[in-house]
Structure formats: structure tokens, C-alpha cells
């Protein structure tokens, strides 16, 4: 049985695709690969020098906005 993000995309595909279209990447980020790596940088020494920041992991969308 899908559950969340993918069960709502079996059930709109259509506004799924859409939402997409809106991502330059066209695709939605992934928990591990995507948002875990920035989330365990940023949790790493080698992110030390980094202060008061607002990093998007998004895609690239925001740059359409």
C-alpha cells in the first residue's frame, strides 16, 4: 500500500505534474539523499564558519517564485 506523498500522486496526477513542472530539478527532494546531507553538514565541523543562513533545499524552485 503507498502511503503519503506517493498515494496523493497516484490520486492527482495531474497536479502532481504540475507541481513538478515547477521544480527545475523535476523532481521532489528525497529525506535521505537530499535533506539528510545538508542536515548532517550542517551538523559537521565542516560547517563551522556557516552562521545565520536559510540554505534551500528545494530544488531551485524558490528561484521561480
Same mark, same amino acid.
Request: avoid cysteine; charged fraction near 30%; hydrophobic fraction near 35%.
Given at each position: 500500500? *503507498? @502511503?503519503?506523498? %506517493? ?12 507541481? %513538478?513542472? *515547477?521544480?527545475?530539478?523535476?523532481? %521532489? ?7 539528510? @546531507?545538508?542536515?548532517v553538514f550542517l551538523a559537521s565541523e ?16 524558490? *528561484? %521561480? @517564485?
Amino acid at each position: 500500500m *503507498k @502511503r503519503g506523498m %506517493l498515494h496523493w500522486a497516484d490520486e492527482n496526477p495531474e497536479y502532481y505534474q504540475s507541481m %513538478l513542472s *515547477k521544480i527545475p530539478l523535476r523532481r %521532489l527532494g528525497e529525506l535521505e539523499s537530499d535533506i539528510g @546531507r545538508v542536515a548532517v553538514f550542517l551538523a559537521s565541523e565542516d560547517s563551522d564558519y556557516i552562521t545565520g543562513q536559510t540554505i534551500m533545499v528545494d530544488g531551485g524552485s524558490i *528561484k %521561480l @517564485r
